[in-house]
């Protein structure tokens, strides 16, 4: 960051987007580095039946832990990966691990029924992404429909072709997902051509719901309506609150995903919580399962 400390007038030259340049520079450095300095790894957060608190799945979010930076937001470096094109080996590196986690955790006797993995639209662009999930299933052995791969509704508007990308992803039998529902442009007209299995409600829809009949909650209400009609599966994401909770599972929203049942954590961790013997929810009181 520019000081107001310079000595003549060169902190008038827009110092701080100038700064900001370095910033960007210095911080695709160290991304490109940072598999290969294991300082990337995946946290998983539970996605649950509301009703009996089962685990229907998990989704992989990618955390940096940079030797130099700290901690990086998601937010932060994936729109940089993406601006780089560093999200095609990022996005591959992702993928693989997630799927070798799900054949890890099986070993150490917790199956976790599915796996959802976010796909950005710079990975959609170019057709590639199809190939790039047939093969980390061929290489980890994972049955293609407990993959279930995320995209926004913008990736999808936005992307030319994203019908045929998005069907041959189908046709390698893994599941779809829209990520953030709501947010975007979605027509429902083309979203009625997707081969897509599940809505996720964003977590801006969920934050404010009230008691029944306040006007905030309509659209929530209308998603789980508009996923029922058309037979998809919805889950909500951002769910905090045993209120909200019960507000979706009146509603007919039957799963969800948020801070109430878990943060995203590291792989040892959620086997720690979810695995045999795992002390479950907030009354259980089993010691928990040591971490592998
Ligand atoms: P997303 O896919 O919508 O992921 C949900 C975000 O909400 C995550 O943020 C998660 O930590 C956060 N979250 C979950 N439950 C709660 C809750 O109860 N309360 C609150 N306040 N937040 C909650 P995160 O991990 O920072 O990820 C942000 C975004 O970065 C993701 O949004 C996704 O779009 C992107 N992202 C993360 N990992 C990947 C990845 O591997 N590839 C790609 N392309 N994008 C990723
Ligand atoms: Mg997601
Ligand atoms: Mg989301
Ligand atoms: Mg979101």
Known sequence: QAKARGRNGYRLYAPSMAGEGVERLRLEALLRRAIEQHEIWLAYQPQVDIESGRLTGVEALVRWNSAELGQVPPARFIPLAEETGFIDQLGAWVLNEACRQMVRWERAGLRVPKMAVNLSGRQFDRGGVAPLVGRALAETGLAPQRLQLEMTESV??????????INDLHGLGVQLAIDDFGTGYSSLAYLQQLPVQT????????????????????????????????????????VETEEQAAFLLRHGCRRAQGYLYGKPVAAAQLLAQWGVGARRGKGGAAPAQPAV
């Open 156 to 165: 999808i508007m936005n992307t030319g072709d994203a019908l045929q990308y």
């Open 199 to 238: 809505l996720k409600i964003d977590r801006s829809f969920i934050k404010d719901l009230a008691a029944d009949g306040a006007s905030q909650n309509a659209i929530a209400i209308a998603i789980i309506q508009l996923g029922k009609s058309m037979d998809l599966s919805v889950i909500a994401e951002g």
